[in-house]
């Protein structure tokens, strides 16, 4: 049963996902989608629980769908043995506060001899170890990838182009991928942006159910839109009406121009997937640094599940770690008394974007699988998270002073995965 359970959620999810040049069937049009009903809610009112991005409308004590209900279309057009195109529609709450369908994918694919396959359009982002299918929750064991690692890049796709190769040396077929083009996504309001992006991905499957993975990605990392152009502003103006304080001008100047640069941000990921049939095991680490004033991070996950029939409970531990906050507040007190209710406004508004930098947590968390019928799943999990900085992952108004940093909070979800 475990090899047969394998085989048939790997032909599903492939399906699921149509990367063009998988789709083998006769015919040559394809259509396939995916989606899920998500329900979180939490032991606290001081902050929402979100998928990382979304401005608010997320769990507390009052259950949410918002965190992870999605439903994505696909549909593929094979032209020959070498031509194929490949779409995909998405909906799910956007980090610009809405649920309007958006085009993830939509990609041409040549594959002109064996094991060489170049694409050109839109496409995953491939970021992750599960990156092909990080929106696809059917094909996860977990309700949602772990957050402390997923969250640290939020692009789900790029525009540019990749080209893969693939061969088979000894017990383990190898898959090479370079990348380049672009990538954007609405994070809090914010439009965030990684130009000029170029990136590397071995992968390596052995048949003992071993697969590992490392990757590397970079380009220039800009944020623009939301609070900051007026957090800017409030920064220049107060410069120049408070240019008598000692070195205010010259910090309020530099935090300005900090929060409008342009700066080299890369990213690197290590992972491993062990099926051993009924068990299965999931770690990845990962690293963020940048040159802009996001702060630097680490993160990783260690997963166990074991299947037993149709049900698989499993466990993770994860943590986030802020390894260097790059923030710091020029709006002192002595600003805010000279310069009256506007500078305590900007005072606080520029606390709140450090705070949205100190996103440290760790997590412990167990849960079950259910694959109740043929093409769908339902998971239950129940995740102990601790903030290391600020609020953590957590969502938490700009207007608001809450901070949960060094609280335990209680995550519960109740879900179903669907794949057709």
Known sequence: MPKQHRTQLAAVAAACLLTAGAAQAQDAFRFSGFGTVGASITDT????????????????KEASFAPDTKLGLQASYRFNSVFSATAQVLTKYTGAGDWDPALEWAFVKAQPVSGLSIRAGRMGAPIFAISDFREVNYANLWVRPPLEVYSQVTFSSFDGADVSYQHTFGPAIVTGTVFGGRMKNDFNNAE???????????????????????GYAHGDLTLAGGRLPTLVGGLRTTATLLGALPGYANSANALANQLEAKEQASFTGIGATWDLGQWIFNAEYT???????????????????????????????????????????????????????????????????????????????????????????????????????????????PTSTSNISGEKVNVFTLSADFVF
């Open 45 to 60: 009112d001081k902050a929402e629980f979100v998928t990382p991005g979304q401005p608010g409308n997320g769990a507390t």
């Open 192 to 214: 965030v942006k990684l130009d000029k992006a170029l990136g590397l991905n071995l992968t390596a499957e052995f048949d003992n159910g071993l697969t590992l993975r490392a």
């Open 287 to 397: 690293v963020r640094r940048s040159d802009h004033w996001v702060s630097d991070s680490t993160g990783w996950y260690a997963s166990a599940g074991y299947r037993l029939g149709k049900f698989t409970p499993y466990v993770y531990l994860s943590q986030l770690k802020v390894d260097e906050q790059k923030l710091s507040n020029p709006v002192s007190s002595t600003a805010v008394s000279l310069g009256g209710a506007q500078v305590a406004a900007l005072r606080a508004g520029i606390n709140s974007v450090i705070a949205g930098q100190e996103t440290g947590q760790k997590t412990v968390a167990i849960g079950a699988r259910w694959d109740a019928f043929k093409s769908v799943a339902f998971k239950a999990q129940l995740e102990h998270i601790k903030p290391d900085g600020a609020n953590g992952l957590f969502y938490v108004s």
